[in-house]
């Protein structure tokens, strides 16, 4: 069973930077992508950044330039460096893995199955 373990959210002022982490465990069968989703208070989940098995990255248009997603395989870690953060960035954020991507809008995006149990981002003005 695979189990994907968060970590490193927190509260930041706007402007300041947090990097995830998620790490890993119990990997069968394929795994093509794997990415970081968001969901704020009232509002749908959303795919943050992900990355696929030949590397493509990913983002939703309201992060790039500022986070960046990044994987150590040997480690079986997936990160999320996030910069100049804003108050609409606040959301829970949640790391998943899954065995296909779909292409539309001009990208490839993960189509997870797996899903970890979040770490809280909070940035205040």
């Known amino acids: 069973q695979v189990q994907l373990v968060e970590s490193g959210g927190g509260s930041v002022q706007s402007g300041g930077s947090l990097r995830l982490s998620c790490a890993g465990a119990?990997?069968?069968?394929?795994?093509?992508?794997m990415g970081w989703f968001r969901q704020a208070p009232g509002k749908e989940r959303e795919e943050v950044a992900s990355i696929g098995v030949d590397g493509a990255t990913t983002y939703a248009d309201s992060v790039k330039g500022r986070f960046t997603v990044s994987q150590d395989n040997a480690k079986n870690t997936l990160y999320l460096q996030m910069r100049t953060l804003r108050p609409e960035d606040t959301a829970m954020y949640y790391c998943?893995?899954?065995?296909?991507?779909?292409?539309?809008?001009?990208?490839?995006?993960?189509?997870?199955?797996?899903w970890g149990q979040g770490t809280q981002v909070t940035v205040s003005l």
């Open positions: 119990g990997y069968t069968g394929s795994r093509v992508c």
């Open positions: 998943a893995t899954g065995p296909s991507r779909r292409y539309y809008h001009g990208e490839w995006h993960c189509e997870p199955n797996t």
